[in-house]
């Protein structure tokens, strides 16, 4: 990846790369993530666009946020980011986490996102059972620190076969886990349980829209794919196979490709430009 950009958004310094030329890609990373995690997107996709890969508040290289975080904010930062980088439309790349925050930036800043893949996210919000695990998850950080949810969390991350096959992926994820600080994850695991529903947003959104799964996900069941793709209309839905969570690392060839054969024209993405 080029070298570290960083740059003052209200008085917050949020750190970013750019690389290639061309329509802009922005890549908005999971939870509890950062930009690293699209080193083979950036190194393959720069090739025919502009690729941002950036830290959201309180990740990698971001400072964190004063008061409560939520994905509204994030949003919020991210639009401010791409204003100021003089992008006035591109298509938006948000894996798990960074999906919901491109729902809220398609929400509040809708002229901004000209396309979007949505990879390995759902639409709905928590459930009652689910944000109930997200507070015990809480609950038990403090008492223990993060060690063991590290652990535990990356290995739901990825597919049995990537485990057995290619634990460099596993190795790297628990890195660029420890470089966030306890307190922006469970700020953000509180942002995550109160984050708002989206499904009523699908039926409104009329930019090109990619839909990536994998078939062993843990995370986030086939089925919720399926219910964007069937909301969102003329979207398109791509499952890669032997991938877990983490399709865009498990197998990049295969997540590049979706893309590239999504956008690979300037017209596929509503005609964006970085003007």
């Known amino acids: 990846m080029d070298r570290v950009m960083r740059i003052k958004i209200d008085g917050l310094t949020m750190a970013y790369n750019v690389s290639g030329v ?6 908005i990373h999971g939870f509890p993530l950062n930009k690293i995690m699209w080193r083979p997107q950036v190194s393959s996709l720069s090739r025919r666009f502009r690729v941002v890969a950036l830290d959201l508040p309180g990740f990698g290289e971001s400072e964190a ?21 003089r992008i006035h439309s591109s298509v938006v790349v948000g894996h798990s986490m960074g999906g919901y925050v491109t729902f809220r930036l398609y929400a509040r800043h809708r002229s901004l996102v000209g396309g979007m893949v949505l990879a390995n996210t759902r639409a709905e919000a928590d459930s009652p059972e689910g944000k109930q695990g997200r507070l015990a998850t809480i609950e038990r950080i403090k008492r223990e620190g993060l060690t063991s949810y590290i652990s535990e969390s990356a290995e739901k991350l990825v597919s049995p076969a990537t485990m057995a096959r290619r634990p460099e992926i596993l190795r790297t994820l628990r890195d660029i ?38 078939a062993q996900d843990q995370i986030i069941p086939f089925d919720s794919a399926g219910r964007m793709h069937s909301s969102i209309r003329g979207s398109q839905l791509v499952t890669i196979q032997s991938t877990g969570h983490m399709s865009n690392l498990e197998d990049p060839e295969a997540f590049n490709r979706a893309v590239l054969q ?14």
Do not use: N
């Open 177 to 214: 886990m420890k470089a966030a600080s306890e307190h922006s994850i469970v700020s953000t695991l509180h942002a995550l349980a109160e984050r708002p529903d989206s499904t009523p947003l699908l039926s409104e959104i009329t930019v090109p829209t990619l839909v990536i799964t994998g």
């Open 262 to 275: 999504s956008f690979r024209r300037p017209s596929s993405a509503s005609g964006i430009s970085d003007r």
């Open 22 to 27: 061309g329509a802009p890609l922005t890549l």
């Open 65 to 85: 946020p004063p008061g409560p975080c939520s994905m509204d904010r994030f949003a919020d930062y991210v639009g401010a980011l791409l204003r100021q980088l």
